[in-house]
């Protein structure tokens, strides 16, 4: 079945640091990939998505490229801020309608001014 | 534009007891989809539904059960609680239920079995 892998945290970085988040994926076909973001006390905000090969999904300075040939879909930023510190979740959705979103298990990320 | 919302945020409960939580979707959003989300297990798909019908299902037991009404909103209800079902529960929308339709999340209902 579908499932998604991404790198166990928690993360700390210095302010203005580049950020790093991997996300891997098994998936038959081809599904969409997304990021969410889910800061204290808070639900799920979705970060950016990507719905086919070779697209880039980016929002609030965050890029991901959906990486057919290695199954990835790697989170970056070049330029952290204190801001967006949270928990970052790597998801998939398959192509039929009766898929459901799987998540992985997220990657907490701290920010030190 | 109103975002999801989940009532109650909080709720507190002991073991034997049932609980309903409830989710109203953006306006205009026809699939609600629930989760539980717990530091062990992390987030996990509960049942989606769409146009009052469910259509998917996770690997819960029986004593979770949902619907939803004409108006899109919808109501999920855990009978027998148990000490593991403390959780946040969160609860999404969207507009259909269509795979590349991202999701909107509530902030959830925290879940606490004495």
């Known amino acids: 079945g579908n499932s998604v892998t991404q790198m166990e945290g928690p993360v700390t970085l210095s302010e203005e640091a580049f950020l790093t988040i991997n996300c891997t994926y098994t998936a038959t076909g081809y599904p969409s990939l997304f990021w969410y973001v889910q800061y204290p006390g808070e639900g799920l905000q979705l970060l950016l998505k990507?719905?086919?090969?070779?697209d880039k999904g980016s929002n609030k300075g965050f890029e991901a490229t959906y990486r057919k040939e290695t199954t990835s879909f790697h989170l970056e930023k070049g330029s952290v801020q204190v801001s967006d510190s949270a928990v970052y979740f790597c998801?998939?959705?398959?192509?039929?309608?009766?898929?459901?979103?799987?998540f992985g298990s997220g990657t907490r990320l701290s920010i030190r001014p | 534009k109103a975002g999801v919302t989940q009532t109650p945020r909080y709720l507190i409960k002991t073991r034997g007891q049932q609980v309903t939580l409830s989710c109203s979707p953006i306006?205009?959003?026809?699939?609600v989809s629930w989760y539980q989300q717990t530091p062990g297990q992390g987030l996990q798909f509960l049942f989606e539904?769409?146009?009052?019908?469910?259509?998917n299902k996770g690997n819960f037991p029986g004593r979770f059960s949902g619907r939803q009404f004409s108006n899109s909103r919808s109501e999920m209800n855990v009978s027998t609680l148990e000490l593991g079902d403390s959780a946040l529960y969160l609860c999404?929308?969207?507009?259909?239920?269509?795979?590349?339709?991202?999701?909107?999340f509530g902030d959830g209902t925290r879940l606490s079995i004495l």
């Open positions: 306006s205009g959003h026809r699939s």
């Open positions: 539904y769409f146009s009052e019908t469910q259509r």
């Open positions: 998801a998939l959705s398959g192509r039929s309608s009766a898929s459901k979103i799987i």
């Open positions: 990507a719905t086919k090969a070779d």
């Open positions: 999404a929308s969207s507009w259909d239920s269509q795979p590349n339709q991202p999701q909107h």
